[in-house]
């Protein structure tokens, strides 16, 4: 009895090493992923650990909370930027260079900015709206996360500043587990439509043409999913901002009757490198042959999708 029960320790010991590996090696690995400026300058998380913390805020141009954030980002920047390292990460989804640098502008902001363009990071980090905070210790241990700029935040951004972070708990990053790929079927031609719940209303206001291209865009890729039955029409949705209850409400509103179903890890809007809501990728045999984010003229995308029926 005595040696099954050492036999089942070291087993489970043995899991649990395995798995404590995976994980750590999991964590280590979104210190790895580059992130570049717009003008070019590329870094890494890694690149801080053991020198000094880092404050991430990750937003977008057209994000209404993020800009009401800004003050706030830069005087945490004026306050705190000799101890912490403190970035602006753009999401870099139906964004630009532009777009960013006449934000930088109109808000006066030095703070360092720089662009998740692969989505990679954003992934890594759970990200599923904006604006979110990420602040991680001189260890590299993340000790806050949350969206909104709160007294907790600066209090939490104050302790990392002065190197008094070691009693603070680490806080859980949700792990990135591969999932089966949501594009199932490769032996025929599939067509990936790329949106998401709200881009249709959210950005109505501060960028209309992006707002109407995701209304055209739902519409005729609801018209060519009936036109072309022989075709597989997959609809996947960004996770940001999206649960089963926005997903239905978006189904319900545009009438889909093809699959449409959440990106719930972003797996496949990075597989894809997909930044813009919409874009319609067209695959042959499991390869690209097709991709648009321009539905303005309906007969041009109409014409490239019936090209290879």
Known sequence: MMILRNFLTAIMFTIGLSMFTLVHAQDNKMFDIAVTSIDGKSITLNEYVGKKPVYLKFWATWCVPCREQMPHLQETYETFGDDVEVIAVNIYINDSAEAIRATQQEFSLTVPVMVDDTGELAQAFDLVGTPYHILIDIDGKVVFKGHDASAQLDK???????????????????????????????????????????????????????????????????????????INWLG???????????LHEYKDKYQIDYSLVIDSNDQEFVRYKVKDFPTLILLQDGKEKFRTSDFSDEKKVADAILEFK
């Open 156 to 230: 939490t951004i104050k302790l990392v500043s002065a190197s008094n972070s070691k009693t603070l708990p680490a806080v859980e990053i949700e792990p990135l587990i591969a999932q089966p790929s949501l594009v199932t079927s490769t032996d025929k031609l599939t067509a990936l439509y790329f949106t998401s719940t709200w881009c249709d209303w959210y950005l109505a206001e501060s960028r209309p043409v992006i707002a109407k291209n995701c209304i055209a865009g739902q519409q005729q890729a609801n018209a060519l999913s009936k036109a072309t039955p022989d």
């Open 236 to 246: 996947i949705t960004s996770r940001l901002w999206t649960g089963e209850k926005e």
